[in-house]
């Protein structure tokens, strides 16, 4: 088992996972070990397999609080939000000072379009951890889907001061400036976030939107590629760059 969380820190998830499984083999009571185990098949994106491992570990030990705050971020990426909440509202009954599963359970609600609920959470978060930057970078998502994104920029400009290494924030605070018209701190920002994350393919769709905007549109088409190159599956990126070759008069690429 502390094998197995060794290798969790390094990041190395299938020797993670391996061990962990010995472990429930040796200790099939051991409820941590069935939630670890969940972690490691979580990070493998076995989301099923985390479920059911998450499960197990509730099941053995119903005041478990992590177990339900790990279930809750599975249910959560598997969009069932929902149900996220669930998880994290039994997460935060059992340790109130939870200041992660208040942010989390911001983004379930503003995923499910409750913004002002998202909100109260992350200023919860906030209160419990000011040093959390992801809190600070999701209420700022929220007050842009209020049409603030003035605020939204500040939030980001508040997460990037305590975490200037995130490409989510950057990526974020661009997407603010393009709703206030200023495409060019748009693209830096942009630009910013794929130096940092280089795999961004939600960055390069968003530069593309806005190169778009400011009517550069061999360089849209261009973030479009690469949005499409890392996310064959982004459909908005196919449409965008069909349009945008159809301004072009590029019919037949459109």
Avoid at 93 to 109: E, K, S, V
Avoid at 187 to 211: E, M, S
């Amino acid at each position: 088992y502390n094998r197995g969380n060794a290798h969790f820190a390094r990041r190395d998830y299938v020797a993670a996972l391996a061990d962990y499984r010995v472990a429930v083999g040796f200790a099939p009571d051991y409820a941590l070990a069935h939630n670890n185990r969940g972690n490691a098949y979580y990070s493998l994106g076995k989301i099923q397999d985390a479920l059911k491992s998450y499960a197990k570990a509730i099941n053995l030990d119903p005041a478990l609080a992590k177990a339900y705050y790990d279930r809750g971020n599975a249910y959560r990426d598997a969009g069932q939000f929902t149900l996220a909440v669930d998880d994290y509202n039994q997460a935060i009954g059992l340790d109130i000072g939870d200041a992660l599963a208040y942010n989390y359970r911001g983004y379930a609600y503003q995923s499910m379009g409750q913004t002002r609920s998202a909100i109260e959470d992350y200023n919860q978060a906030i209160r419990l951890d000011p040093d959390l930057a992801l809190a600070y970078n999701n209420r700022g998502n929220a007050y842009r889907s209020l049409g603030q994104p003035q605020s939204a920029i500040e939030e980001c400009d508040y997460a990037i001061k305590l975490d200037p290494t995130n490409a989510l924030f950057y990526s974020d605070r661009g997407y603010a400036y393009n709703d206030l018209g200023e495409y060019e701190r748009a693209v830096i920002d942009y630009d910013q976030a794929i130096k940092l994350d280089p795999n961004d393919a939600v960055a390069f769709h968003r530069r593309g939107i806005t190169y778009g905007l400011l009517g550069q549109h061999q360089q849209a088409i261009d973030s479009y590629d690469q949005s499409i190159v890392l996310d064959p599956n982004e459909a908005n990126s196919y449409n965008n760059r069909g349009n945008t070759y159809n301004l072009l008069g590029q019919y037949q690429k459109a």
